[in-house]
């Protein structure tokens, strides 16, 4: 059983996570923009392979309503993105300790992206 270790910036919020990862994707809607200051790059595990230590220093807030958010109370770092009845949990791919071995598969939303950068039409997909 391989697994991949992951942390808020402070540290007080950590977690492993059983592999295989699906590969990152890039987000671009407003909300994601908005809580990461750029575009969410995330990947997605079943919660049954998600081990956090130091939850109770996340705070989970409710940014739609079929899904919510988790964020270090301390240092502030967006770690999850969880959607409602799903059994799965998005990690902040930049979350993850290095190496992934990850590969952005595509972006999403891309509609919504900011005016201040561009995709390149190869990872557009």
């Known amino acids: 059983m391989t697994k991949q270790h992951g942390s808020c910036l402070c540290g007080a919020v950590t977690y492993d996570v059983v592999l295989p990862l699906r590969p990152s994707m890039a987000c671009h809607c407003t909300q994601c923009r908005k809580t990461s200051g750029h575009y969410y790059s995330a990947t997605q595990v079943d919660n049954d392979r998600l081990t956090v230590q130091g939850g109770e220093h996340l705070t989970w807030f409710r940014s739609s309503e079929t899904a919510q958010r988790a964020f270090c109370s301390i240092c502030g770092s967006s770690l999850f993105w969880e959607e ?17 071995g990850l590969t952005t598969s595509t972006h999403i939303f891309v509609e919504d992206k900011g005016d201040y950068y561009v995709i390149p039409e190869e990872e557009m997909g």
């Open 84 to 100: 409602d009845g799903a059994g799965r949990t998005s990690i902040g791919t930049g979350t993850l300790d290095l190496p992934t």
